[in-house]
């Protein structure tokens, strides 16, 4: 079973919002079992535990939140060479579009990167002119349709990938997958 953490921070909640809906494509894969965590509730256990990690901070001077970064500051040090392979992405929201959510997604991913996590972006449009190559990115909170689909389709490619690499379930490989909208 493909064990996905789901952690996030969020100053005024556009961020968690996005965990929502990321949360719901997670649970769209059969076999899946999901950890919903705001950096207050979570430790390194937490990452321990993982096959999958979607990581999630508003944008904050075009980096990640302080205080994310600050979790990840703060774990154990001989945590560090114990938790790679892990597959990760990440998503972020700010204020406006074009505010720097890629960057941020970057950031997060960079973070998980220097924890040999396998970070991943995602092809598909879930609609003309919109997607997530670098993580579900969103300007204030997930209110039109496509935009809660970037974030559905973000958690449910981090559980397919979970599935296909973790779990070896090479029947779901899902390349160019076409979803009801
Ligand atoms: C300290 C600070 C820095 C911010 N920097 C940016 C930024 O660089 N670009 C941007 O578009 N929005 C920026 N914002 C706005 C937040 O990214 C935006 O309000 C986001 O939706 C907040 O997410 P949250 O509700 O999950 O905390 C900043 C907000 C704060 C408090």
Known sequence: ?????????????????????????????????????????ANADDLRWCDGLALGSPT??????????????ELPPDLWSTIDGKI???????GGWGGGAELACMALMIVMMNYGFLVFGVTDYVAQ??????????????????????????GRRLAQWVAVFIDGRKDILPVHEKLPE
């Open 1 to 41: 079973m493909g064990k996905i953490l789901l952690l996030y921070y969020s100053e005024s909640g556009n961020t968690a919002k996005m965990a929502q809906y990321v949360a719901e494509g997670v649970r769209s894969v059969e076999n899946s079992e999901l950890r919903f965590n705001t950096i207050d509730e």
């Open 60 to 73: 904050n001077l075009g980096t990640i939140s302080w205080r994310m970064k600050q979790w990840w500051d």
């Open 88 to 94: 990760g992405c990440a998503f972020s929201s700010s």
């Open 129 to 154: 002119q919109f997607t997530l190559h670098y993580g579900a990115v969103q300007a204030g909170e997930p209110r039109e349709e496509k935009e809660k689909a970037a974030c559905r389709r973000l």
